[in-house]
Structures are given as C-alpha cells and as structure tokens.
C-alpha cells in the first residue's frame, strides 16, 4: 500500500548542485486519509438540561445509559454527545461513533477539555482530533509501524532548518565538500553522507569543532500541514501533531525523534541569551570551540589582570557583574569588556564566574559528578590522578574543552601567586562549587562534598599539563 500510495506533494528544496542533490519527497498517503476522516457531528439535546457544566454546550444530555446514547447516535459515523455517568455522578462521557461502534472517553476539564495527553480549547476539536487519529491508526497502523525504517533523513537531513545556511556554505565551497567526500571513501569508518546538504550540515564546519549535540525535542502544534523531516510522511491531527527541536528548528513524529541522531545544529537565532545557555549547544550555535564568554573574559584577565591580589577571591560590584551578563547576552561577540567601561577586573573575573554558575548543565556533568568525587577520596596520589584522568573522558566534548582552556589559564593564575596570592587550593575553594554541583539539590550534599570539590579542582590546576 504504502509503495502505490506515496505520492509527491510540493516540498521545500535547497538551492545546490543538481547532479547531487535532488528535493525531497514528502509522501502523501498520511495526508490523504486525515482527508478523508469522518468529520464530527454534534448530536443536540433537544431539552433542557439541569446541572449542564457551563463548559459544555447542547452536546451535553444529562444523565443517561451507555445503551441510550447509542442510541441517540444512530449509528452515524462521527456523531457524538456528551452524558454524565450514571453509576458515577459528576463523571462526564463523550460517546463517539468509529468503526460501526460507539467508543466511551472519560472526559476531563481543567480549563481545557482532554481524554488523553492532548489539550483542547472545544469538544468540537477534540472530537475533530480524535477521528483523524482513529481513521488513519486503524487505516495505516502497519504502515505507521514502519514509518521510520526507510527515512529520507539520512539523504537531506536538515533540507528546511539550513536552507539559507547550506546554500551560502556550499556556493563557496564545492571544493571542500568534494575533498570530504573523497576523505570519506578513504576512511570506511567515516559514513559515507550522499547528499551535499547533509555534509554540508555535519561535515562541512569552518572551524572543525564537531562537537555531538542531542535535539532538544519539545511537543509542537503546528499551524497548517506539515510533514516529518526525518520520515517524509504527513504530521497528522489537529494539535501535538509532532515535536519541534528548541535549538535547530527539526521537525518530526514524536515516534520518529526517538532515531533522529545525536547531530543538532543549532540555530543562532533560536538562541535567546547567552547566559544561562546549555554549554554545547552555545558553542554549536557559534561554531566555536568554547563559549565566547570563557575567551574574551580570560582574554580581558590575563591582558590587565593577572597579578591583581585576590584575583577571584575578591567580588566585584553584584550590579556591575549583572551588566556585563546583559551585555554578553544583548551583544554577544562583539561586547566590550574592556577598562574604559569596567575598570577593576573582578568584575571580569566575577562575570566569568556566573557564567559557570548559571550554566544548566555544569562544566563538570551531573553524569560525571559522583565519579569525580570518588576519584577525588582515593588516598594513593598516582591512584587519584589516574582515576580523575579516567572521568575526564566521560566528559561531552565542549565541556572538556572548556575545562582544559579554565586549567590552563588558573594554571597561569597560580604561576603569578606572588602578587595575587592566589594558589591552587585556593582557586580550587572559588571554582570548586562553580564547576560542579551535584545532580540533586541537596544542601547537606554540597556541605559534604566541598572539600572534594576543592580537591578535584587543586589537582586539575596542578597537573593541567598531564591531565588534558
């Protein structure tokens, strides 16, 4: 069925080589049955009824038997009311025909009517919902079981999200693309991507910093047909009809998010603040290799800062500190931090602190935080070191990055102790609850694990050299 039935609507291409790359097929089958789902028919309550909910209208017959409102259905596909339960007062029921057989939904308002995780502002599109959803599950439920065996995904990827992006990057760049797919030919262990909008989405990055990112997928209503990025096939129903990634933009079933590889893109302009900001996905975002708030700070502080005494020990003014988040976030790269507008440098310094701090995930992972605890309660020295080298590892690639990049430079912090009188152990007590936190928010669990946390941080500064 579903070979005679996947006929081409109109989709969206990008603009690139035609001996490469051809449009995608978005597959109609999906779409031609919600076409042709039975529409609702109101069954009205030719009386008054006493103690009708205000929510509900004349849809609503008061309390009757299961038996009767069949029968006020007369077996009309699509028709239905709502009754309220006789063996449960206050109880409501919407009773439906599909399928040459009346269907029984609890129903419940909360300020929306629902039977199940949808939400609907009238029964009318409930009901409209729920016949579309019937007709095709029982129309095409083996050909919805198999919707994501053959997915157009792995041949355009991100034709919608990175129109316009792919497009310039691959007018400049046919070359590189090329040389990629030759690497790929030379490296079996490299996929080989067979469309130039999918390498060019993956491969193709100025800078090479390929960090993996999953989709951060979200329940999405959308306005007009839509149809699933990763299998080609229609989004059906009236609302909830897919997800939608918050970062890069991408489409899809519910069902079909579950196989969308770990490869989100994100979109700059999805990107709200850079503060307070997931830590890969802001390096994603800018294609950089580490969040330019940790570059330009550490730039600023090792250009004019370095021997200040108590450098991060010392705060700077809470509501200059707040200034210069809000100047990251509305200016991004091209703030000015400089010592016409910020003079003393702990507000640098305590800028850079918050950055780590309002992070959602922090540098060191909620995944990694107890192993790095216990690396840190191993009494043999060689031991430990090996051990905290070995979570290291476990680290998202980003996060890493911008670890090694911190050590490095608290290591240079360390080197001018003299003048700022600050050590390892020391920045370790600063950094050492900046940088991690534990997964539950338990204070007594903090308490505890401070002098940990100091302990972790003193031996990453101490054995930058060895340790990344």
Not at 69 to 89: C, F, H, K, N, T
Request: hydrophobic content about 35%; some cysteine; aromatic content about 10%.
């Amino acid at each position: 069925m579903a070979a005679s039935s996947n006929s081409s609507l109109s989709g969206s291409s990008v603009s690139s080589d035609a001996e490469e790359y051809q449009p995608p097929i978005w597959k109609s089958y999906l779409y031609q049955l919600q076409q042709e789902a039975p529409r609702p028919k109101r069954i009205i309550c030719s009386g008054e009824v006493e103690n009708r909910p205000k929510y509900y209208g004349r849809e609503f017959h008061g309390i009757i038997s299961r038996e009767q409102a069949d029968e006020l259905l007369g077996g009309v596909e699509g028709a239905y009311i709502l009754r309220e339960s006789q063996r449960q007062p206050g109880c409501y029921t919407l009773a439906l025909r599909f399928g040459n057989q009346t269907l029984n939904y609890r129903l419940f308002y909360d300020g929306k009517h629902f039977v199940g995780e949808k939400r609907f502002e009238s029964i009318h599109d409930l009901v409209t919902d729920g016949l579309i959803t019937l007709y095709i599950e029982t129309k095409a439920s083996e050909y919805i079981s198999k919707m994501t065996t053959n997915p157009i995904y792995e041949h355009i990827g991100y034709a919608t999200l990175l129109r316009e992006k792919v497009s310039r990057r691959l007018s400049r760049s046919k070359n590189e693309a090329r040389k990629a797919s030759v690497t790929s030919e030379e490296h079996p262990t490299v996929e080989k991507i067979s469309s130039l909008v999918r390498r060019a989405a993956l491969t193709h990055n100025d800078n090479h910093f390929n960090y993996e990112k999953t989709h951060n997928f979200k329940v999405h209503t959308f306005r007009g047909p839509h149809w699933c990025e990763y299998c080609a096939n229609f989004m059906w129903g009236l609302i909830a009809q897919g997800v939608r990634c918050s970062d890069c933009g991408l489409n899809v079933h519910k069902q079909c998010s579950k196989h969308v590889p770990n490869d989100c893109q994100p979109d700059l302009k999805r990107i709200k603040k850079v503060y307070c900001c997931d830590l890969t996905t802001l390096v994603k975002a800018h294609n950089a290799q580490r969040p330019m708030v940790v570059d330009i700070c550490i730039r600023e502080i090792e250009a004019r800062g370095l021997k200040s005494e108590g450098l991060y020990r010392v705060s700077g003014f809470t509501e200059h500190i707040e200034d210069v988040k809000m100047a990251f976030d509305r200016d991004g790269e091209k703030v000015d931090i400089s010592a016409n507008l910020y003079p003393d440098i702990n507000i640098i310094t305590g800028a850079l602190k918050l950055y780590f701090r309002d992070l959602p995930i922090p540098v060191i992972t909620y995944d990694t935080y107890s192993k790095f605890i216990e690396a840190a309660k191993i009494a043999n020295a060689d031991e430990r070191l090996e051990a905290v080298h070995e979570v290291l590892m476990l680290l998202p690639p980003a996060h890493y990055e911008t670890l090694r990049y911190l050590m490095i430079h608290l290591k240079k912090v360390t080197m001018n102790e003299k003048d700022n009188f600050m050590n390892a152990e020391n920045l370790g007590i600063v950094f050492g609850p900046t940088l991690m936190r534990p997964p539950e928010d338990s204070m007594l669990t903090t308490l505890h694990d401070m002098r940990y946390q100091k302990l972790i941080v003193q031996i990453l500064i101490e054995n930058e050299d060895v340790l990344f």
